[in-house]
């Protein structure tokens, strides 16, 4: 029976709470105290069984009140598998339990302890797999079965607004306990800047809940103290230092490469990117291994002190302590202070040490079994009775009956941050502890986590970690002294009985264990997959100590190679929305500078590349007829331009590009494919020559970035004179097509327009309503057309402009979706949209780009290759007769069942009114009147005939008259 | 008494074939080898089975390819699959629920339709959805136009599908041992011998080992292994990554892998959603995560599934993938040496391979002849600038 106390002889610095609250726990309205976590105000109100098990569904209850396990996990407002035990209580909170029907008092599939022992061990690889058609019935009962917390599938706190933070201090403590505070005090002394993390509200770690005195402390004033008293002391000191900033309620839960410390904190994450860090991460109550190990009612020590002197709470009517050092009196005196009858506590030292605590609990007329520890513990739902006897679990001797008994039998180091996917820890024989011990360079480990117990070497331990970290220097082993070591028990007391769970989050039992051993299974990773140890909700946090010394015992491994599998990361689970942010890490959205135009046009907005372009304003098939009828206007600002000039410039063009440019004299403009180093075509665009020495690039949409980068990787690594200027961000676009461009752009420019002086594949300089433009005539739509490059900060007002001048003919708008059909009628490809990995410029038809008798250049040696083979298949133009339907962009050529090609683009051409496209096709299907089969995805075929040359104006006769 | 899986071994001083490699390829190469009644076969694994790859992998298990060998070869992988929990007896919990690939972009959607278009025309079952029916199977999927990159279709191939990777590697193991071969666990080669361009055997530290067949199976180390024959291999290293969620009751009930945003997903029976990405951009031998990995992921996620905001990551790791230029791999005897065989290159790929790539293996060592399903996929093909098309279908392929 739990209930609350209102002060506690023992706990000078206990205060009962002021305030009081409601929440509900599935649907019931409970009370809460103001400081309560989750897990504490329900069992204040004597909550015993707080979950299920995942595998067998058996109760579980709160044990260390620390988030370790998977036993306080819970829904909270909706968010599932929460860590009860490590978030503070609010009004109103609608608290759930997990995974249990109809209830987690009466859960109907608990398949407990009668049927444990009747499943053969693995027995999911063993089962249901026979005959065939039993899995996929099986797997669908598994299934409802299965899991923890329910995904908010109505998305309730979609919304959240997650944010990244981020520090660079000088030193970064973690954990707030002795050795922390004394490693943050040394580091503050030395001048420096510190971060020090904290998961808990309050700072002060597990002192906050004792009351042992401190000794021999460096830090004189501390002695005679209460650790209670201590810690609040020097948190008293250096809460209000300017080079401090503390970070609580915040968890450290993960140290990547680099020591980039990741933390979280309620919707944020924190990047850390300290000089030095400090790891204090403290210890937890060791787990131990009997039967009957895991039923609601046993608690560790600390969980039980956390309990009474930070929520108030007479966790128990009658306790039984086991433990093995005087951190179990402790525990005792303080169950004794709140009112729990503690009826033994059990030692497992032969002969316990004459001290105040010792002599303490005796006087209390609390009996002490020497040399005894606990077999087995009796009862349904929850503890009813323990039984103990001699340390290997031989002979049982005494039984008492209880509703509490509390495990405090050393403590098993926070590893994981130290470990973390880096090196595994290793057994220390003479600490007995699991240890990390070669840190790399600028982190350094201090307190529990290396074993040290006593207040006074914590903080010596804290401090010289500290200083260390100021300094950057090395950090020597301290010293151990005898009266501080904790005997590890026997990892499994072996008093017989089923239920031995190692790893109680996923139901595996000793004698499990040791069937996979049997079966083959003896290496600790092995193990660890087959049986799943340590693949629960705690990662291992609870058990990795007792599988490694189990596997140890049972595999005849030393105990060097028994060791723990890698612990990873995170530390504890940390959310998507966390890791995610609020800026996505996502390709930013780029819009030109004439989006808004666009947008109040009515355009329909497509995704090329990170560019937002409009798809179209009107039906495509509509302004297509526009642009041959009549005269139309694209945007096309998110071409790639790349302005290269420096005295190595045409030998960089000659090496890079297939194509010879000494002889393209200043005004003019030619067509170049991109060629990688394997001879595959992966780009195409213009060059055009300026001025003297001066060229201008353009390059696709998609490939914008990719290209420049190409470029200046080359320049850097074969130390080219080049200089690369890339005008994409600052340039727009627009392309004005159709017969009557010319006539449109003469009334612009001062400039001779005519065919003679300004001729197909030519550029100049030039203005517009006193913009300075680049004005080339090229175009990709087949119809006679000019390309106008200019500052973006004109492009709305220029755009705008045009459209404004044009209105006579009328100049129309038109989008990318209009431009491909434009294009296809054309005949011109695409790269990456009609070509892929294998497409070489000569399969692809663009071989008049390629001039491979020129000195080295990338891709020569494939593009060779490819030559001496020859065509094998072709890129081509097809038609189909009108009233066939328009085959799906992508789909198979097919003959006789098999396929001999793909259409890569397919669309209705408008001017034409029958289907065209472009699609690869064998070399005997590539000659003009070839017939061959599409396979539409519905299943139905339709006959396409092979082109010559473009389906529209194949003389090219529009684009240079 | 619980019976033994496997046993072991001394390692004898000669064996007629001896695989490097106890992973599932080298392990499933064993099993049909013994088969085909060919047992004086050893395995030799550095560390212990199922280390590598094997273990490290996301058991996504599909055959909707690309090019013709590509979905021959994985359509013969996954039949395999679908009889192997009954011929092994043993449970590897093949739940074939159906794989979705979306596409966000248009050159996507034109790609996977080319994919769906020869699955069907190969006897594959793979057809297009639009985001309507999509949603109809993925509820919780954002279809709008809010995220970054919209979902414009999906590939979807119904036999796809998860399976426990680990019981892959034990079910294999099990039957090899059960057919007479020899697993041996912590046995590093730390030198592989020829004479003549003819292989003698290789020197591990437990000693000498001679053989007339040598074959490496070791994925991501296959560069450092081959390079120990003097053999060069077209393979760069990268980590790939991949997480777990905590477990949560089973909500999602299909593969989802995005091609645009480079991410995959599925949840395990025991209610993990398992996660993974592209290849880090950097060659490496490393095995550390990193927390890049997790933003990215996360984000990208969420574009899809906005719902799983407060779903937590529980675990994360690394594995190594061994990149071919034409991501398909390599599995060939190697000209210079008589009677030396890669089986490598398997990249993000290889253990939906498993069955195939050691069925076409055991083939080949057995008979000395390259079986037609893997004649594609010969050493040769990167003398004579012969690549597989995979390469194009790529983007992520999982």
Redesign the interface.
């Known amino acids: 029976m739990t209930e609350r106390i209102a002060q506690h002889p023992d706990l000078p610095l206990f205060s009962s709470p002021k305030k009081s609250f409601s929440f509900t726990f599935n649907g019931k309205t409970i009370e809460a105290h103001e400081g309560d976590t989750v897990a504490s105000a329900l069992i204040a109100a004597g909550v015993r069984i707080t979950s299920r098990s995942?595998k067998y569904h058996r109760p579980r209850g709160p044990k260390d009140n620390f988030g370790q396990g998977p036993e306080l996990l819970m829904t909270v407002d909706h968010?599932?598998?929460v860590r009860s035990d490590m978030i503070p209580v609010r009004a109103g909170m609608q608290v759930e339990t997990q995974?249990a029907w109809p209830s987690t008092q009466l859960d109907l599939m608990s398949i407990n302890n009668f049927a444990v022992p009747l499943l053969p061990?693995g027995f999911?690889?063993?089962?249901?797999?026979?005959?065939?058609w039993l899995?996929?019935i099986a797997?669908r009962f598994?299934?409802?079965a299965?899991?923890?917390?329910?995904?908010?599938?109505?998305?309730r706190?979609?919304d959240?607004r997650?944010e990244k933070r981020y520090r660079f201090p000088d030193v970064c403590v973690v954990g707030s306990g002795p050795a922390g505070l004394a490693s943050v005090k040394a580091a503050l002394d030395a001048g420096k800047q510190v971060l020090l993390i904290e998961e808990q509200e309050q700072l002060g770690g597990h002192s906050r809940h004792t009351v042992f005195k401190v000794e021999n402390c460096r830090e004189k004033k501390l002695n005679g103290l209460t650790e209670q008293e201590a810690v609040r002391s020097l948190i008293d000191e250096i809460e209000k230092h300017p080079n401090l900033e503390i970070l609580s309620q915040t968890q450290a839960f993960?140290v990547?490469?680099d020591n980039?410390v990741?933390a979280q904190r309620g919707t944020e994450?924190f990047?850390i990117r300290a000089i030095s860090v400090v790891f204090a991460p403290g210890a937890t109550d060791r787990h131990l291994v009997f039967d009957n190990n895991d039923k609601p009612g046993i608690m560790t020590g600390r969980g039980v002190e956390r309990l009474i002197a930070l929520h108030g709470i007479k966790p128990a009517r009658r306790a039984v302590v086991i433990t093995t050092h005087d951190g179990g009196y402790h525990t005792a005196k303080l169950l004794h202070g709140a009112g729990t009858e503690v009826l033994a506590v059990v030692d497992g030292r032969q002969k316990p040490p004459k001290n105040d605590w010792v002599d303490g609990i005796r006087k209390l007329g609390i009996p002490i079994f020497e040399g005894k520890t606990i077999h087995r513990v009796k009862g349904l739902n929850q503890v009813k009775k323990v039984e103990i006897g001699d340390l290997h679990g031989q002979f049982s001797s005494l039984s008492f009956a209880c509703d509490l008994v509390v495990l405090a039998v050393g403590y098993q180091p926070q590893l994981n941050l130290l470990s973390q996917?880096?090196t595994r820890p290793v057994w220390d024989k003479k600490r007995q502890i699991l240890r990390v011990t070669d840190l790399p360079q600028n982190i350094y480990a201090a307190g529990e986590v290396q074993g040290s117990a006593s207040f006074a070497r914590l903080y010596q331990e804290g401090f010289e970690a500290g200083r260390a970290a100021a300094q950057q220097s090395s950090l020597s082993e301290s010293q151990r002294d005898e009266n501080e070591l904790i005997e590890a028990l026997p990892a499994d007391i072996e008093s017989g009985g089923k239920h031995h769970f190692i790893c109680p989050c996923m139901d595996v039992t000793r004698s499990e264990a040791c069937?996979s051993i049997?079966?083959?299974?003896d290496?600790v990773?092995?193990l660890k997959?087959?049986s799943s140890m340590g693949m629960?909700?705690c990662?291992g946090k609870t058990c990795h100590e007792a599988v490694a010394r189990l596997a140890a015992r049972d595999t005849g491994l030393s105990e060097t190679e028994a060791v723990p599998t890698t612990m990873?990361?995170?530390l504890s689970?940390?959310?998507?929305?966390?890791?995610?942010?609020r800026a996505?890490?996502?390709?930013p959205?780029r819009r030109t500078a004439m989006h808004h135009c666009h947008r109040k046009a009515g355009a329909a907005f497509?995704?090329a590349g990170q560019w937002k372009r409009p798809h179209s304003y009107l039906p495509p098939q509509e302004e297509a007829l526009m642009v041959r009828k009549g005269l139309g206007i694209i945007d096309v600002s998110t071409l790639g331009k790349l302005e290269l000039s420096g005295p190595d410039v045409m030998d960089f063009l000659h090496f890079m590009l297939p194509g010879k440019f000494r002889q393209l004299a200043v005004g003019r403009v030619r067509y170049s494919t991109m060629i990688g180093e394997?001879?595959i075509l992966f780009e195409d665009g213009t060059i055009s020559h300026l001025e003297e020495g001066v060229y201008y690039l353009s390059t696709t949409t998609g490939n914008q970035a990719a290209i420049e980068s190409l470029f200046r990787w080359w320049v850097l690594t074969d130390q080219f004179k080049v200089h690369i200027k890339n005008l994409a961000p600052v340039h727009a676009a627009v392309n004005v097509a159709g017969e009557k461009s010319r006539e449109f752009i003469q009334k612009l420019v001062d400039i001779d327009m005519s065919n003679e002086a300004f001729p197909y594949m030519a550029c100049r300089k030039s203005t517009i309503a006193d913009v300075p433009v680049l004005l080339f005539r090229i175009g990709f739509t087949g119809e006679l057309g000019y390309e106008i490059h200019f500052p973006s900060e004109f492009g709305a007002p220029l755009w705008e402009y045009f459209l404004e001048q044009g209105k006579s003919y009328p100049l129309k708008p038109f989008g990318v979706e209009t431009q491909r059909i434009l294009r296809l009628e054309k005949g011109h490809l695409i790269p990456?949209?009609d070509t892929?990995?294998?497409s070489n410029p000569y399969e692809a038809g663009v071989d008049f780009t390629v001039k491979e008798d020129k000195e080295n250049f990338v891709g020569k040696a494939?593009l060779k290759?490819?030559k001496e083979?020859g065509i094998e298949n072709k890129l081509v133009s097809y038609k189909l007769n009108s009233a066939d339907p328009i085959p799906?962009?992508?789909?198979?050529i097919?003959k006789n069942?098999?396929?001999i090609g793909?259409v890569?683009?397919s669309r209705m051409s408008p001017t034409l009114g029958f289907g065209i496209g472009l699609a690869w096709v064998p070399r005997d299907l590539s000659g003009a009147g070839s017939r061959f089969q599409i396979?539409l995805?519905n299943?139905q075929d339709v006959t396409a005939e092979t082109l010559d040359h473009a389906a529209y104006d194949p003389q090219g006769e529009r684009l240079t008259s | 008494m619980t019976k033994k899986m496997w046993k072991q071994h001394d390692l004898k001083k000669h064996y007629d074939i001896v695989i490097i490699g106890g992973g599932a390829h080298g392990l499933a190469t064993a099993y049909y080898l013994s088969k085909m009644g060919v047992r004086d076969v050893a395995v030799l694994e550095a560390k212990y089975i199922g280390y590598g790859g094997s273990g490290r992998n996301t058991a996504i298990l599909r055959s909707n390819y690309r090019t013709e060998e590509g979905i021959r070869f994985y359509d013969q992988s996954i039949q395999l699959y679908e009889n192997l929990s009954q011929e092994l007896d043993f449970n590897l919990m093949f739940s074939q629920q159906g794989h979705f690939t979306l596409g966000h972009t248009e050159a996507s959607v034109s790609g996977l339709t080319t994919r769906a278009e020869n699955n069907k025309a190969l006897g594959v079952d793979s057809y297009m959805l639009d985001p309507i029916e999509i949603k109809k199977m993925l509820p919780e999927i954002d279809i709008s136009d809010h995220p970054r990159y919209p979902v414009l279709a999906a590939l979807y191939h119904p036999p796809g599908g998860i399976i426990r990777h680990d019981a892959v590697v034990w079910g294999y193991a099990r039957g090899a041992e059960q057919g007479g071969v020899e697993i041996h666990n912590l046995t590093t080669v730390g030198e592989i011998r020829t004479e003549k361009n003819k292989i003698k055997g290789v020197q591990t530290n437990r000693g000498f080992v001679s053989c007339n067949k040598l074959i490496s199976v070791v994925a991501g180390w296959s560069s450092d292994v081959c390079a120990m024959a003097g053999i060069e291999l077209p393979f760069v290293t990268h980590p790939l990554q991949a997480l777990v969620t905590e477990s949560y009751k089973p909500w999602l009930h299909h593969v989802v892998v995005s091609s645009n945003l480079h991410i995959y997903l599925s949840q395990t029976d025991r209610g993990e959603l398992v996660c993974g990405g592209g290849i880090d951009g950097y060659p490496h031998y490393g095995m550390r995560s990193t927390l890049a990995f997790l933003e990215t992921y996360a984000a990208h996620v969420l574009e899809l599934f906005p719902v799983l905001h407060n779903v937590k990551v529980q675990r994360q790791w690394a594995g190594l993938c061994d990149m071919t230029p034409d991501y398909s791999p390599i599995i060939s005897p190697i000209d210079e040496i008589e009677g030396f065989y890669v089986n490598g290159g398997w990249g993000t790929y290889g253990f939906k391979a498993s069955p195939a790539s050691g069925y076409n293996s055991a083939q080949m060592l057995a008979q000395g002849k390259v079986p037609a399903n893997i004649a594609p996929f010969s050493y040769n093909r990167f003398r004579e600038n012969r690549l597989v098309g995979e390469k194009a279908a790529a983007s992520v392929s999982n």
């Open positions: 995942f968010a599932p598998n995974n061990n999911y690889y063993k089962m249901f797999h026979k005959p065939k899995w996929p797997e598994i299934r409802k299965a899991g923890l917390g329910k995904i908010d599938t109505q998305g706190a979609v959240t997650y993960a990547y490469e980039l990741a994450l990047k996917g880096r069937h049997e079966e083959g299974f290496q990773e092995t997959r087959y629960g909700p990662q990873r990361p995170p689970p940390v959310s998507f929305g966390i890791l995610a942010g996505p890490h996502l390709v959205q497509l995704n394997d001879g990456g949209v892929d990995a294998l494939f290759n490819f083979r799906e962009d992508g789909v198979a097919l069942g098999k396929i793909r890569t683009s396979r995805a299943g």
